[in-house]
Antibody
Framework: EVQLVESGGVLVQPGGSLRLSCTASGFIFSVYGMTWVRQAPGKGLEWISYISSRGLTIYYADSVKGRFTISRDNAADSLYLQMNTLRDDDTAVYYC????????????WGQGTLVTVSS | SIELTQPPSVSVSPGQTAKITCSGDAVSDQFTYWYQQKPGQAPLLVMYKDKERPAGISERFSGSSSGTTATLTISGVLAEDEADYYCQSADTSSIVFGGGSTLTVL
């Protein structure tokens, strides 16, 4: 069974930094692209980043470009999102998802981790 | 950049057919994907590449695409289908979601 478990979400002050993790199991992590998607409270889904299976292709949404960094450790079956210079509007549930292709947000999703940016 | 437009809400009685549309220029030359999201849950992929149903998704769900509009059709709607539905497409370096449609089963 495919499982994705996010962690690292906490309350952080504006301007702060945070690293989210996503641990995968139940599939061969190293052959799949991965995506981060977020959802602000009461709002819709927003794609924020994609990384290919070996990390050679990376894309970001304009809203996070230059502030967030996606990475992965295939030996540890883990995906990461380094978030810097956090703003109030980064407050959201952050989901990691397995992506069969760079055009698909996710065929399997984690349950999400809540990041709250507030002073 | 891509924009996908969905109706904010769709209402249907149990047993009827619900159609949720997704409009945008990208629909005409890229595949559309559909997700179902129930309160407090992660999104669930219910349709991929316009009309392909993932394993485990009810046959009551079907998809189509014509011109700049993609449609998710739910036949014989059940109370359990009440949820938010999001369409999704992509261009060369980004993924975009529609604003979402809330399906209400009356």
């Amino acid at each position: 069974e495919v499982q994705l478990v996010e962690s690292g979400g906490v309350l952080v002050q504006p301007g702060g930094s945070l690293r989210l993790s996503c641990t995968a199991s139940g599939f061969i992590f190293s052959v799949y692209g991965m995506t981060w998607v977020r959802q602000a409270p009461g709002k819709g889904l927003e794609w924020i980043s994609y990384i290919s299976s070996r990390g050679l292709t990376i894309y970001y949404a304009d809203s996070v470009k230059g502030r967030f960094t996606i990475s992965r450790d295939n030996a540890a079956d883990s995906l990461y999102l380094q978030m810097n210079t956090l703003r109030d509007d980064d407050t959201a549930v952050y989901y990691c998802a397995r992506s069969e292709s760079e055009r698909l947000a996710g065929d399997h999703w984690g349950q999400g981790t809540l990041v709250t940016v507030s002073s | 950049s891509i924009e996908l437009t969905q109706p904010p809400s769709v209402s249907v009685s149990p047993g009827q057919t619900a159609k949720i549309t997704c409009s945008g220029d990208a629909v005409s030359d890229q595949f559309t994907y559909w997700y179902q999201q129930k309160p407090g849950q992660a999104p669930l992929l219910v349709m991929y590449k316009d009309k392909e149903r993932p394993a485990g998704i009810s046959e009551r769900f079907s998809g189509s695409s014509s011109g700049t509009t993609a449609t998710l059709t739910i036949s014989g709607v059940l109370a359990e289908d009440e949820a938010d539905y999001y369409c999704q497409s992509a261009d060369t370096s980004s993924i975009v979601f529609g604003g979402g449609s809330t399906l209400t089963v009356l």
